[in-house]
């Protein structure tokens, strides 16, 4: 395990005005998100769609990496190069997921553990050899009546913590994301309870099995009052909570911290980013890594014509501008963010 490697790639992936972009959903999610627009969901039309994220010139400045399905890693441009060239050619770093979803936690209803980890020492080399410089593992925390429980906690946290030293002995940046879910009607408080104990015991399990903290990265949600809650959403209470738990669960020497979309609109999304960095400077850096709150109107944009990509192309580019000022703490809040991207769905 190369340790400086590590160091210097996790630091890349926050390094200050960029961000990552999330573009790693399954064939399954994909086959969702697809549907919702009206496209199939065939591999010539994922590769279609994702050459438009991987080729924008916006990505240079805004993005330090992206992260890549499986079956992308491997995709071609039109013209021939594969994306993972044309990221290199743009500064950007490659990255893998490799959680293979979900499964019930037999015995705590409503409770998912990830999957994938008995096969991940035999299946995370050929993405280290094509060239995928860090990953990403998503495991989630239901908040509801009865739950979290500590024994999920505790078992998400195992298998974070084990996927991230295999990771490191690749040299591969692992990012752990523990998401605390969005949904459901419990209050701001909770949701910050919750996330403490969840870094809490995901440092813990880390700190067991010898994980490089320098060389590994965080993947969060911010603490937000429940998405059914009817609690408005208080950007100024979201940083002051999302940061405060932050200092105080999450070790100073781990080498960044990024966000999540999780659901919220992208005005949300952005505002309590740029509150965020607006209360920095922070032990680590601290950026972006959405899916949902960056593509959501570049694929609606593109499912209205996806034989000229040129409009999707620059709703792309506006969002990656957004996501990068809020990244820096400047972003233009008077600007109606969601206006704005339910105006360029209808272009
Ligand atoms: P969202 O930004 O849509 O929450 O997705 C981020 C992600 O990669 C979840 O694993």
């Known amino acids: 395990m190369n340790t400086t490697l590590l160091e210097t790639t996790a630091h890349a992936l926050v390094t200050p005005g960029k961000g990552i972009l999330a573009a790693d959903e399954s064939a399954g999610t994909c086959e969702r998100r697809f549907t919702a627009v009206g496209v199939e969901s065939t591999e010539e039309n994922r590769r279609k769609y994702r050459q438009i994220l991987v080729t924008s010139p916006a990505i240079r400045d805004r993005l330090s990496g992206i992260i890549f399905f499986e079956e992308t890693l491997w995709q071609k441009t039109d013209d021939g190069r594969l994306f993972t060239d044309v990221l290199a050619e743009n500064g950007v770093l490659p990255g893998i997921k490799l959680d293979q979803g979900l499964q019930d936690l037999p015995g705590f209803p409503g409770e998912k553990v990830s999957a994938g980890l008995d096969s991940l020492a035999t299946r995370i080399e050929p993405f280290a050899k094509a060239g995928a410089k860090f990953a990403k593992w998503r495991s989630v925390i239901a908040i509801g009546e009865g739950i979290p429980t500590q024994t999920c906690i505790d078992a998400n946290s195992y298998v974070l913590a084990r996927y991230a030293r295999i990771c490191q002995e690749f040299d591969v940046v692992p990012i752990v ?4 879910l969005f949904d459901g009607t419990h209050t701001i408080e909770r949701c910050e309870e919750v996330t403490a104990n969840v870094y809490d015991s995901v440092f813990a399990a880390m700190s ?3 994980v490089h903290l320098p060389g590994a990265v965080l993947k969060t949600g911010m603490v937000l009052p429940g998405k059914d809650s009817g609690a ?5 209470a979201v940083a002051v909570a999302t940061v405060r738990t932050l200092v105080r669960h999450v070790p100073k020497e781990l080498g960044g911290v990024v966000f999540l979309s999780g659901g919220q609109t992208p005005k ?15 032990p680590w850096g601290v950026t972006f890594s959405y899916s949902r709150g960056i593509q959501d109107p570049v694929l609606k944009t593109w499912a209205k014509n996806t034989a000229d990509p040129t409009a999707a192309s620059d709703i792309y580019a506006r969002m990656l501008q957004i996501a990068s000022d809020s990244r ?7 600007m109606d963010i969601d206006a704005f991207v339910s105006r360029s769905q209808d272009l």
Do not use: C, W
């Open 328 to 334: 820096k703490g400047i972003l233009d809040e008077s």
């Open 232 to 236: 408005e959403m208080d950007h100024a």
């Open 208 to 210: 067991r099995y010898r």
């Open 177 to 180: 994301e523990p998401e605390v």
């Open 268 to 282: 949300d999304a952005f505002t309590n980013l740029n509150r965020i960095a607006q209360l920095g400077p922070h």
